[in-house]
């Protein structure tokens, strides 16, 4: 019990079930157990601690001071079959609501178990709202992971405040969004279905919203540098304590397979630059008239590629053989069906573009490794960070999607071969558009990389320096404990 040894303090990282969240969120739980007088405890279900269990397992080796607390996933008492404890692995749209169902029924054994332990601080999903009066009631604080950028948390302040949406009478009509540093147009299409119209989803980002005004303060995946007006913006407008402390995919080093996947023996025979990544994240799955769409454009823009390919139902004849010339001419693109090893290809120097879906994650493993993109928003808060790539930080091309759209509906097909082909060529044929953007984003990697190390800011920003009190350094009490909070967690007290 961290609150009793005056030398340790223990915190419990209550991670959400969807890989952009359950990634970061386990990056960051061993990045705070690399520091000294930090015990961490991860709670986590059965099959999701098992893509974790390598890493660590090698962490306690290392001598640090990390455990999973593993919960049995209430698989029947909801009907869903054994295994399927993430967003990602199901199979049909049914599942979802049991997933929050069984995430509702493990809240009793979790709270109990924090109960018992006493955690020094809990750091816990936004999707965990309830845990903001458990944190009260034990008397720690609360932090609250995001998943996202200061550039999209303040977009939803602005809609939320706002509602700039409301003053325009077509979907495709654009408005601008108020009290931001730049003047950043959008439409209805491309705002969130729970956002246009109320539903039991605004309710909960309502709650969830109240969650962390109640809560400590925020950790962000992300740097200070990056979007320094927007960091400010959240913290001194917005009036929120909040630490950047990303990419946390450059802070620690996640599970190596023992032996190297292809496509990265593949891409070492490949020139630098000149591949292109495409991905669309860990839960999207395209109809196949929008796959067959997206090869044609690939094949006819003439670059290499490897693609990630998540698709609806079996493959059918005609795809097979598709899939065949992707096969047999291996000069030409690669196809992955299943997980790829994102970061290590993003961060091989042979690719030159990454055609995104815009995942905050996605994004930001992009701009890590240097590599600029393609911006293919879907849903979530992705239209907010093609936005952020295109028009900010100036390192995308826009395919031009205008619809947000949750799941892809069987029949559309919102980007033709044409445009496919369009946009590759605007980011890898060499023109000036494309150079510029790459080597605006080359530079951002370089920084993106100094800024984790010894010195940089978020490094900083976990990393307790004495001689550094700073005022984003406060004094909290928990029980006897005197500890400084920097990041949540520095140590040691004086
Ligand atoms: N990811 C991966 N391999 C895959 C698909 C996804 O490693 O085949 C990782 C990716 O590197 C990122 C996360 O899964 O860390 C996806 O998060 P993101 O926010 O980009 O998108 P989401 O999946 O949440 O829509």
């Not at 890989?19 to 990056?27: R, Y």
């Not at 407008?237 to 909040?242: E, P, Q």
């Not at 802070?251 to 593949?266: A, N, Y």
Request: aromatic fraction near 8%; charge should be neutral.
């Amino acid at each position: 019990m961290g609150s009793q040894n005056h030398h340790q303090l223990h915190i419990f990282f209550l991670p959400f079930i969807a890989p952009g969240h359950m990634i970061p969120m386990i990056d960051i739980a061993r990045l705070f157990a690399t520091r000294p007088g930090i015990k961490v405890t991860i709670i986590i279900t059965t099959h999701n601690s098992l893509l974790f269990n390598n890493s660590i397992d090698r962490d306690i080796i290392s001598g640090h001071q990390i455990q999973l607390h593993i919960l049995k996933f209430p698989s029947s008492q909801v009907g869903l079959p054994e295994g399927i404890e993430n967003f990602n692995s199901v199979t049909s749209p049914d599942m979802a609501p049991k997933l929050y169902q069984a995430i509702s029924i493990l809240q009793q054994s979790i709270e109990q178990l924090l109960r018992e332990n006493h955690p020094d601080c809990i750091i816990s999903d936004m999707f965990y709202p309830w845990t903001a009066d458990l944190a009260k009631e034990i008397g720690c604080p609360r932090l609250v992971f995001q998943g996202t950028s200061f550039f999209s948390l303040s977009v939803m302040e602005s809609i939320r405040c706002h509602k700039p949406h409301d003053t325009v009478s077509a979907e495709t009509e654009t408005f601008i969004l108020p009290g931001l540093p730049d003047k950043i147009h959008m439409t209805r299409s491309q705002l969130p279905d729970h956002v246009r119209t109320r539903n039991s989803y605004s309710k909960l980002m309502d709650v969830i919203k109240e969650s962390e005004l109640r809560s400590y303060g925020v950790i962000v995946n992300s740097f200070y540098e990056l979007e320094p007006s927007y960091a400010d913006h959240y913290r001194n407008f917005m009036g929120r304590k909040a630490w950047q402390i990303g990419p946390v995919s450059l802070c620690i080093k996640r599970e190596e397979k023992v032996e190297k996947h292809d496509c990265l023996s593949w891409l070492d025979s490949m020139k630098p630059n000149s591949v292109l990544y495409i991905s669309f994240g860990s839960l999207s799955r395209f109809p196949k008239a929008q796959l067959a769409e997206i090869a044609s454009g690939l094949e006819a823009s003439g670059h290499p590629f490897i693609w990630v390919v998540r698709e609806r139902g079996k493959p059918s004849e005609e795809e097979d053989d598709q899939r065949r010339w992707l096969k047999e001419d291996m000069t030409k693109g690669m196809i992955i069906r299943g997980w790829a090893p994102q970061v290590a290809i993003l961060e091989h120097p042979a690719i030159g573009g990454f055609v995104t879906h815009c995942g905050w994650n996605s994004v930001l493993e992009s701009v890590a490794a240097g590599v600029p993109m393609i911006a293919w928003p879907l849903y979530a808060e992705q239209f907010y960070n093609e936005k952020f790539v295109t028009e900010v930080m100036k390192i995308g091309v826009r395919v031009g999607v205008q619809e947000w759209n949750s799941l892809m509906e069987e029949g559309k097909v919102p980007v033709k071969k044409e445009r496919v082909k369009e946009v590759v060529s605007q980011l890898m044929d060499g023109g000036d558009e494309g150079k510029e953007m790459r080597k605006r984003a080359k530079e951002l990697g370089e920084m993106a990389k100094r800024v984790v190390e010894e010195g940089g800011s978020s490094n900083a920003n976990y990393t307790y320096d004495r001689r550094r009190e700073r005022p984003g350094c406060f004094n909290i009490s928990s029980k006897s404990v005197m500890f400084r909070l920097q990041v949540g967690i520095a140590w040691p007290a004086a």
